[in-house]
């Protein structure tokens, strides 16, 4: 059992930064892929980033080059640096931790309660 607890949201204007973390409960968090999601209103949950414990990363596209998924596994902690954020990065972002490198939110079996995003025009 993994329980996640995200922090660091909030309100920020386009082009700011934020950092997010997620802090995990157990001792196999190095065995887990670790991912955000992220879901607007209206919207459907989306992948965001992945990273293994081993270094492994991917990104949606539509972050890559702003958004920096790191892990530190002494810490059982994951973070997500939002970087030249936009109004359309607004949303809930949660973390999540599941078995594979996969993109899809069905492959993974534990999640964050979210944290908000609000990126200001």
């Known amino acids: 059992q993994v329980q996640l607890v995200e922090s660091g949201g909030g309100l920020v204007q386009a082009g700011g930064s934020l950092r997010l973390s997620c802090a995990a409960s157990?001792?196999?968090?190095?065995?887990?892929?670790m991912g955000w999601f992220r879901q607007a209103p209206g919207k459907e949950r989306e992948f965001v980033a992945i990273?293994?414990?081993?270094?492994?990363?991917t990104y949606a596209n539509f972050v890559k080059g702003r958004f920096t998924i790191s892990r530190d596994n002494a810490k059982n902690t994951v973070y997500l640096q939002m970087n030249s954020l936009k109004p359309e990065d607004t949303a809930v972002y949660y973390c999540?931790?599941?078995?594979?490198?996969?993109?899809?939110?069905?492959?993974?079996?534990?999640w964050g309660q979210g944290t908000q995003v609000t990126v200001s025009s």
């Open positions: 157990g001792r196999t968090f190095s065995t887990y892929v």
């Open positions: 990273g293994s414990s081993g270094g492994s990363t």
């Open positions: 999540a931790a599941g078995p594979g490198l996969r993109v899809g939110a069905s492959a993974y079996e534990y």
